[in-house]
């Protein structure tokens, strides 16, 4: 045996990396992670989590000290719940930019003002001008744009350099000429004064509102993109929410104790009351309930089970008490595989890197380098220190990246409120990009398709009985059982007679339907196989299996020994959902149907709206091998759903649309929130993210264009640092309001 045989498995590690500010960081951190002997690493800049398969004799605090040497902060998290178990990090990251941003709004407006004044006409200057800018600016360039400076100094120990180097170097040079400028030269009368632009084209050397400009633009384009970024852990919190955080377990002589759930082991029993969440996967050795395992499963109807069956954890118990042997804890259950399926697709879309950050390895050096020829020609050639040091600041504050860090924000922001009038919500620009060749729509049933909740669509009545006399009687005694069955039919006999009357010696019959007393008389509603002793029409027999080859759940209605009616209650499919189909067919999109209901009422559904492929009786792990399966064979698939069990293969398509009415990790894990009911939303949503994506295109092809042509007209000398920071500004402006053209997109 080779020594390779007896190498033991690598330990799974993972660490909160906090200090990420764009893709490149994330690459930085995976960088100096992976060259650790052992160590394979992967980090999400959408969550802040680096997953590192390490060295057993590699402890997490080693790993830590990597990454704060490659200039960020780290700390380990459980790989099972910390990763995602709080926002408070991401929060506390958005409101530091929005008090950062405030501060620089508020001071930059006026500083602006006094500071072309008084650098373009000196007689303006008043007593105490100096300080007044100086009071002015440095809260900004200080205070406001600290954490590019830090980013730049961290980046600088590394010798890697970064849009943050750019920035903070730019800012910086900006506020350095100026204060010099305004304490050792002050008395330096602006040149050429022969109008209002050879005042600006020759005036002195103060650059703060540059400086303030810089900052509070890029401070801008930060804050939006970390609130978009604060989002993405949250299909996985919303998935930790599912699991129990304590249990009660049963004792050898059947003491009942609660305890915190990590303390359950398996083949431990445990309690599960009505109401309860199931806390892990397991056997039920006594007890009979109705299980709501819509969130795993995807089925819409409670699940009836007893003893030896299975239970999931994350489930919940509806009806009955149980008693449940657990087969299963902890990273073991399936809710923690489904938990580890979306973090791991999310870890894929998030190593999407922004154009901007692809260039920004060679855009930096690149300009610095500009700048730096340009400082150093211009004194070759006999110009002075202060003309030499103005051409390379032009060089630095024109390259600034405020319309690069604007392109995908404002049309993003812009999108975002044009997509609200119209029930949608793009949430980055990783569902843009994937809109580009999309081809195959997958809808889920329960939820999406349907309406996602039970109603009686049929009554067939026996020759002796009237409807509204069986719907009466049954409705009496369904409305004291809690079952999906019971309730809609209990719903539907209330709004059609109104008040019921009370049924009296009610018995629920778990897995197989109630009895009552209702005006003296027996009735009995529930599933065929409970009336074996009683002679069943041939009419009703061929209803029920009419009922149910339809995809329909058929129960009998039973009135003093007589078959009285057959009732079938079904999931209805939304008025919207064949139109809606018709229209993406017309958008040359694929259309399937997954769900895991059985294959009886999913072809029902298909047939109904018009999708000629339907998969039935898919686990959420089934959805998600299906999707990847697609996706190897070029596929570029959108997924559309409502329920816990898509979170996973929301996250796994190319593009996820969660129904806005769903659960939150189903909107959580997607890409584009579907708010309102109509799925014609769907084929919406995708043309808006056309036009978006078009015009974030146009944005960038701008912001790298301007700066083709504007650093070497900088490097000539034929741009004013001041008149470079007006270009800088206009560039921006420029990204806005193209942006802002898609507030008028129709569709």
Same mark, same amino acid.
């Given at each position: 045996m080779t020594d390779l045989a007896l190498r033991p498995e690598p330990t799974r590690i993972s660490l909160a990396v906090s200090g990420m500010t764009c893709a490149a960081c994330a690459n930085r951190v995976e960088r100096k992670l992976n060259r650790v002997d052992?160590?394979?690493?992967?980090?999400?800049?959408?969550?802040?989590?680096?997953?590192?398969? @390490?060295?057993?004799?590699?402890?997490?605090?080693?790993?830590?000290?990597?990454?704060?040497?490659?200039?960020?902060?780290?700390?380990?998290?459980?790989?099972?719940?910390?990763?995602?178990g709080s926002a408070a990090p991401e929060d506390a990251a958005v409101r530091d930019l929005f008090r950062r941003l405030v501060v620089a709004l508020v001071l930059f407006f006026p500083l602006a003002d006094l500071s072309v004044m008084f650098a373009t006409v000196p007689a303006t200057r008043i007593t105490g001008w100096q300080p007044i800018l100086t009071a002015l600016a440095l809260p900004v360039v200080l205070w406001a744009a600290a954490p590019f400076h830090r980013k730049a100094f961290a980046g600088a120990k590394n010798?890697?350099?970064?849009?943050?180097?750019?920035?903070?170097?730019?800012?910086?040079?900006?506020?350095?000429?100026?204060?010099?400028?305004?304490?050792?030269?002050?008395?330096?009368?602006?040149?050429?004064?022969?109008?209002?632009?050879?005042?600006?084209?020759?005036?002195?050397?103060?650059?703060?509102?540059?400086?303030?400009?810089?900052?509070?633009?890029?401070? @801008?384009?930060?804050y939006f993109e970390a609130?978009?970024?604060?989002?993405?852990?949250?299909?996985?919190?919303?998935?930790a929410a599912l699991g129990a955080?304590?249990?009660?377990?049963?004792?050898?002589?059947?003491?009942?104790?609660?305890?915190?759930?990590?303390?359950?082991?398996?083949?431990?029993?445990?309690?599960?009351?009505?109401?309860?969440?199931?806390?892990?996967?397991?056997?039920?050795?006594?007890?009979e309930s109705s299980i709501d395992a819509s969130a795993m499963t995807g089925e819409s109807l409670p699940v009836d089970v007893g003893p030896g069956m299975e239970v999931i954890g994350g489930t919940t118990a509806l009806t009955g008490r149980l008693i449940v042997e657990a087969a299963a804890v902890g990273a073991d259950t399936k809710l923690s595989g489904m938990i580890r399926l979306v973090e791991q697709a999310q870890t894929g879309k998030a190593r999407m890197q922004r154009v901007a950050d692809r260039v920004s390895a060679v855009f930096v050096p690149f300009v610095f380098a500009v700048a730096a020829t340009t400082f150093g020609v211009w004194l070759a050639v006999g110009s002075g220190a202060d003309r030499a040091a103005s051409a390379a600041l032009a060089v630095l504050v024109v390259a600034c990246p405020c319309a690069l860090g604007l392109a995908i924000p404002t049309a993003l922001m812009v999108a975002s409120g044009r997509g609200a009038q119209l029930g949608i919500f793009i949430k980055g620009h990783q569902a843009l990009e994937a809109t580009r060749d999309v081809d195959t729509v997958v809808l889920d049933k329960t939820g999406t398709v349907t309406e996602g909740a039970m109603s009686l669509v049929a009554v067939t009545v026996a020759e002796s009985f009237g409807e509204d006399e069986v719907l009466r009687l049954a409705g009496a005694v369904e409305a004291a059982s809690e079952h999906a069955v019971a309730v809609a039919v209990a719903g539907y006999a209330r709004e059609r007679l109104g008040e019921l009357p009370a049924?009296?010696?009610?018995?629920?019959?778990p897995g197989l339907g109630a009895r009552g007393m209702v005006d003296g008389r027996e009735v009995i509603v529930g599933r065929t196989r409970l009336f074996d002793e009683i002679a069943v029409p041939q009419e009703m027999n061929r209803a029920v299996r009419q009922q149910e080859r339809a995809g329909r759940t058929a129960v009998l209605v039973v009135v003093d020994g007589a078959v009285a009616a057959v009732l079938a209650v079904a999931d209805t499919v939304k008025p919207s959902a064949r139109d809606a189909v018709a229209r993406l067919h017309a958008l040359g999109l694929r259309t399937m149907m997954f769900t895991g209901d059985n294959a009886?009422?999913?072809?029902?559904? @298909?047939?109904?709206?018009?999708?000629?492929?339907?998969?039935?009786?898919?686990?959420?792990?089934?959805?998600?091998?299906?999707?990847?399966?697609?996706?190897?064979?070029?596929?570029?698939?959108?997924?559309?759903g409502d329920g816990i069990n898509d979170g996973a293969a929301l996250a796994t398509a190319d593009l996820g649309m969660a129904i806005g009415a769903g659960t939150d990790v189903a909107i959580a894990a997607a890409d584009v929130i579907l708010v309102r009911e109509d799925l014609g939303a769907v084929a919406d949503a995708i043309e808006l993210a056309h036009a978006t994506l078009r015009t974030i295109k146009g944005n960038l092809v701008w912001a790298f264009g301007y700066n083709v042509i504007a650093i070497p007209v900088?490097?000539?000398?034929?741009?004013?640092?001041?008149? @470079?920071?007006?270009a800088m500004a206009f560039s921006s402006f420029f990204v806005v309001s193209n942006s802002l053209r898609l507030r008028r997109v129709r569709l």
């Open positions: 052992g160590v394979t690493a992967s980090v999400n800049y959408a969550t802040g989590v680096a997953t590192i398969d @390490a060295p057993n004799d590699l402890t997490a605090e080693e790993l830590c000290a990597q990454v704060v040497a490659a200039g960020y902060g780290a700390e380990p998290v459980s790989p099972d719940t910390g990763s995602f010798l890697a350099a970064s849009m943050d180097t750019l920035v903070s170097v730019g800012v910086l040079s900006a506020t350095l000429l100026s204060l010099n400028t305004l304490f050792l030269q002050p008395d330096r009368a602006a040149t050429g004064s022969d109008g209002v632009w050879a005042a600006i084209w020759h005036s002195d050397s103060i650059y703060l509102e540059v400086a303030a400009g810089v900052t509070t633009f890029v401070l @801008a384009g930060r609130k978009a970024k604060r989002s993405a852990g949250s299909a996985l919190r919303a998935l955080r304590e249990v009660t377990v049963l004792t050898r002589d059947d003491r009942e104790m609660r305890v915190p759930i990590g303390e359950l082991v398996e083949g431990q029993r445990f309690v599960v009351r009505p109401g309860e969440t199931v806390a892990a996967d397991g056997l039920v050795r006594s007890g049924a009296e010696s009610f018995k629920a019959l009886y009422a999913a072809q029902s559904v @298909a047939d109904e709206i018009g999708v000629t492929e339907v998969v039935a009786e898919l686990l959420p792990e089934g959805k998600v091998e299906l999707i990847a399966r697609m996706q190897e064979q070029g596929r570029r698939v959108v997924m559309v900088a490097a000539l000398g034929w741009l004013n640092p001041l008149i @470079a920071g007006a």
